[in-house]
Structure formats: structure tokens, C-alpha cells
């Protein structure tokens, strides 16, 4: 039975690591699930963080997922009857994923997606921003700074590969990266060990 006309739109999730977003992104879901919608989860392959087939919050919450390599593998694995697809970490995928978002949207699903706004320096993440301007709502969730107490926007990298020309994606937790705020953040770490 179809209520009314069809809604696929576009939902993003975004803000700096520890900020709730995959909280927030599990909360949609749940709410989804006892509305009896067909859910589907998807990843990037390369957050192996916690469980290769869960997406799971810091505080341990989780769902089912499937990981994936290219944006385009969600599309051809999302079923006919499903109405509302998360998508986790969505700034690791692929450029792709902005079509792929829109192409379910248009098919008449909710995509929820939530993902980093920012990378460890403050520059935009991969294919956030386009997502952020194609999405119908956009949350933007903040976490506590580590140094000040305050409302957290940035993610600091404190280990790992620092310096002018360290890598954009290293993959870790409280271990490599803390919440801050835009005066506390330091978008060049310098090594200090
Ligand atoms: P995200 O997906 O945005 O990285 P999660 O949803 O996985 O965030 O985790 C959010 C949880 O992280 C919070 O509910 C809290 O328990 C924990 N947490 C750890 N450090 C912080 C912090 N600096 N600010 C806020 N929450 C934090
Ligand atoms: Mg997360
Ligand atoms: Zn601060």
C-alpha cells in the first residue's frame, strides 16, 4: 500500500570524529527497522575498525553492514524492496557516491549518509562536500574538545604520520585522533615523540 506520493531524499550526517555521527546514523536506523522499512547498511572497505560486518558507534552500538569497495558495488547490491539505505564513514568512498545517492533518491529511497565533514587538517573530506550540497537535510553534530571543554568541529590527529605531507587517511580511534575545537585544533602537528 503507498501513502501519498514517493519520497527519496537525502539525508547527511556529518561533523568531526566522536561527534555521534555513526550514533546518530544507528538511531535513523533503528527508528526505520520498527517502522518495518527494509534497511540496508553499507561501509567502505577500508574502515576495518571494530568489525568487518557491522557498523558500530565509540560506545559500542552497532548494525549490520556490508562493506564495500566502490560506490558504484552499493547500487548494484541494493534490493528492490529496501526503502532506506545508511551509508557509514562516507568520505572514504569514492566520488561516485554522489550519484549513487542521487540514482537512490530518485528511486524513490532514503539515503542517510554520515561521514566526516573534515579531514585531520580542517580541508574537506573526499566527496563530503558535494554530498553536504546535494542532500535534502544536513545535521552537523560536534563533539566535546579535548582541550577546552567546548563544542568540538575538528578532528586533531595526536600520532601517526604528522608533518606537511603525511597522508590524508590513516584509519584509528581515540589512539590517533582527538576531538577539538577551531581555536584549540592544530591543522599541521608536528611529531613530538
Ligand atoms: P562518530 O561516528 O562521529 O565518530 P560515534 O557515534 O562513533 O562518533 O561516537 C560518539 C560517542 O563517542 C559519544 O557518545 C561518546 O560516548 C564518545 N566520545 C568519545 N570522545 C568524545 C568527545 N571528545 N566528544 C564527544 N563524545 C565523545
Ligand atoms: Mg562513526
Ligand atoms: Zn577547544
Avoid: W
Amino acid at each position: 500500500m503507498i501513502h501519498g506520493p514517493i519520497h527519496g531524499f537525502i539525508e547527511v550526517v556529518c561533523g568531526s570524529m566522536f561527534s555521534g555521527k555513526t550514533e546518530e546514523l544507528l538511531r535513523r536506523i533503528k527508528r526505520a527497522q520498527i517502522a518495518k522499512q527494509k534497511v540496508q547498511v553499507f561501509k567502505p572497505l577500508i574502515d576495518n575498525r571494530y568489525s568487518a560486518d557491522h557498523v558500530q558507534s565509540h560506545d559500542a552500538n552497532k548494525v549490520a553492514s556490508v562493506p564495500v569497495q566502490f560506490a558504484r558495488d552499493i547500487l548494484e547490491r541494493v534490493d528492490d524492496n529496501t526503502r532506506v539505505v545508511g551509508i557509514d564513514e562516507a568520505q572514504f568512498f569514492d566520488d561516485g557516491i554522489v550519484e549513487v545517492a542521487q540514482k537512490l533518491a530518485y528511486r524513490g529511497v532514503r539515503v542517510i549518509a554520515a561521514g566526516l565533514d573534515m579531514d585531520f587538517r580542517g580541508m574537506p573530506f573526499g566527496p563530503m562536500p558535494k554530498l553536504l550540497a546535494v542532500a535534502e537535510e544536513v545535521t552537523k553534530l560536534s563533539a566535546v574538545c579535548m582541550v577546552c571543554g567546548g563544542p568540538a568541529t575538528r578532528t586533531q590527529r595526536t600520532a601517526g604520520p604528522m608533518g606537511t605531507d603525511a597522508t590524508q587517511v590513516v584509519v584509528g580511534a581515540k589512539d590517533l585522533y582527538e576531538a577539538r575545537c577551531r581555536f584549540c585544533h592544530e591543522p599541521n602537528p608536528v611529531e613530538t615523540a
